[in-house]
């Protein structure tokens, strides 16, 4: 049981029946987490796929023709698949209905993905819980509640960064059946991935290429002036809807002081996030008559990589592919093929609509 | 009445009521083209966006982090959305239904978007109907279309690339609603970029940067030595799926000889080309137990490029994102967030499903 953070959250790890790791994140201290085991009788996990890059059904394959990593994960094909709410396998466990908590209750749980896309040496996929709260949602949470998400993502961050493979460490949620999501749980991921993700090379070498300032601190201050994409800000954030958004509805938020990475977030900055990206995921709930379907991805500077970690901006990009009522943005010949993103909506249009899908 | 082509293709070019430009492909000579005329009371166009960059609701945007352009186009948000059979815009024209093509019945045939993302000075949309049959579908084609079609694809890359701000002329289709499909009639699209595509611009740095030979030659070489993600093939044709494959199920189909794009394309892989394309599409449609959607993706060297155009090989990708008879693969988090793809099929497996799809 050791306290992690700036604040008072408990960590306490174990494992699974069949090896995984799991760790709790709690809010209260003396939490003994070892009481509960899980008795599941799971087959012991195959060992990891071999050598650098991997195997054929388990790997990374290097695309000669883009220059990226692409991901192989075969066995991922038969993974839980919408499972009815009685069976949600991200629930506390309770008499007579394991899952994959054992404990009977928790506040943020994290635990390795049982049917990962990546596995060491390559990388590793987590699981991050949000609540025990089958049917909440991370816009209902608690500012409390997303400071103890926030210093679990910290703790991974550094946990995973000092894995000799990993290169990038990814926080993310992905939210709504129209992205795929295969688990109505209020839940996050996060992946150790064991080379730089082709949107951070890109945005590392814009930031690398950049004369006469910083890109990012130079992108938020001209957002600032301009004021008209602004979604919400508070004395250590800001949000807004970037200038050349892709997305219907896209929001990228900045701490006010310019860090390489969470773990590198100072105590004020920590506390003042949880009001304000509630503050935004509620807009995005507010735009349309039925929950937003959205993707947060946190952006950090790749690890073990002193140039990058000099300019980048650590930030959190929120989107959704929700572009109307009933009408969805897909990705069909120019994103695809082509990566040329075309936006249906004004990004000025978009900023407007955040700011005035509620008033709190 | 205008011959194209290196065998007998006659194009005749009209307007539309709106100043839309229309231009026939027909496989036989003498018709006249001039007399079926758009009798429809459409409102002029607007005119095009102004300054090299457009205008706030329809323009390209400089995306400073990823360094790449994004296309905002307000006016498409209202486009035609799935009409019912009977109201087809690109049906020919019948006695008091007049649609986008006033001829009365029409072979191969492309007209600008009356709903494009770019319009001139900055780019030019148009729409290409591949047969005149709202039933049908690309796989359906006769070999004899397929050269027809060609041949509108040679023309207008031609003809969109001698347009000055033209730096990428991009042919595509979008086939299945699960992609965002609007309009069930068999046809494509075909874009005058203002700009290099991200995916267009690293294929050519990853060519010009590849020492000891050309990278599309090798990559083929070594496509063909290995066999295995081989799918169909003829003497001037190989259609195989690529070893670090990003979708379910994705051939790229390479002509034998390097070309830059289509127009240099000779007379014997024009008339080739038809009956390995038909094949491989037959293949797909094959999978599952209902048409399977795709995308179909022209890669082209840029224009006005000449180093691009020395390495460059224009090839044919086929995409398809269902994953399984009741599952799509979806851009979530890793995809869209990270620009990281993950695969769930082994790439030899969907090149083995592929084979055995159909035997002719």
Redesign the interface.
């Known amino acids: 049981m050791v306290p992690v953070g700036t604040q008072s959250t408990w960590k306490a790890s174990g494992r699974l029946a069949d090896g995984r790791e799991i760790v709790y994140f709690d809010e209260t201290p003396g939490l003994d987490r070892a009481v509960a085991r899980d008795t599941r009788p799971l087959p012991p996990r195959p060992p990891g796929p071999p050598g650098p890059i991997g195997s ?2 388990q790997g990374i ?14 066995a ?2 038969d993974r839980t ?1 919408l499972p009815p709410a009685d069976q949600c396998p991200l629930d506390p466990s309770a008499p007579g209905r394991p899952t994959e908590i054992p404990a009977s209750s928790y506040d943020v749980v994290v635990f390795e993905n049982r049917f990962p ?1 990546l596995r060491e040496p390559l990388g590793r996929c987590e699981v991050v819980c949000f609540t025990s709260d089958h049917d909440s949602s991370f816009a209902r949470l608690v500012p409390r509640r997303v400071r103890t998400v926030l210093e679990a993502w910290v703790d991974r961050t550094e946990v995973l960064a000092a894995l000799p493979e990993t290169r990038q460490v ?1 926080c ?3 939210r709504g059946e129209e ?3 295969t688990l109505h749980h209020p839940h996050g ?1 996060i ?1 150790a ?1 064991p080379f730089v ?4 090379e ?2 590392v ?2 930031a690398i290429g950049y004369v006469g300032g910083n ?2 601190d130079d ?1 938020v201050a001209t957002e600032l002036r301009a004021g008209t994409r602004i979604v919400a800000r508070n004395e250590h954030w800001v949000a807004f809807v ?5 997305w219907p509805y896209e929001v990228r938020i900045f701490p006010a002081a310019r860090v390489p990475d969470l773990p590198a977030l100072g105590e004020a900055a920590r506390e003042a996030f949880g009001p304000l990206y509630l503050d935004v995921l509620r807009r995005f709930d507010a735009l349309f008559d039925r929950p937003t379907p959205y ?3 946190w952006h950090q500077a790749p690890v073990k990589d002193a140039a990058a970690r000099g300019v980048f901006a650590a930030h959190l ?1 929120v ?1 959704s592919v929700r ?2 009522p009933d ?8 994103e ?14 978009a900023a407007m609509r955040l700011r005035e899908a509620c008033q709190q």
């Open positions: 054929a059904e394959r290097w695309d000669p023709l883009a220059g990226e990593w692409v991901v192989i994960a075969a991922r094909q698949f896309s990814y993310f949620e992905n992205i795929g999501v991921q992946y991935f993700a082709p949107r951070l890109r945005m070498a814009q890109l990012f992108l970037p200038q050349a958004a892709r993707i947060a991805a990009q989107l572009r109307a009408k969805l943005k897909y990705l069909a010949g120019t695809s093929g082509m990566g040329v993103w075309i936006n249906d909506i004004v990004p000025e249009q």
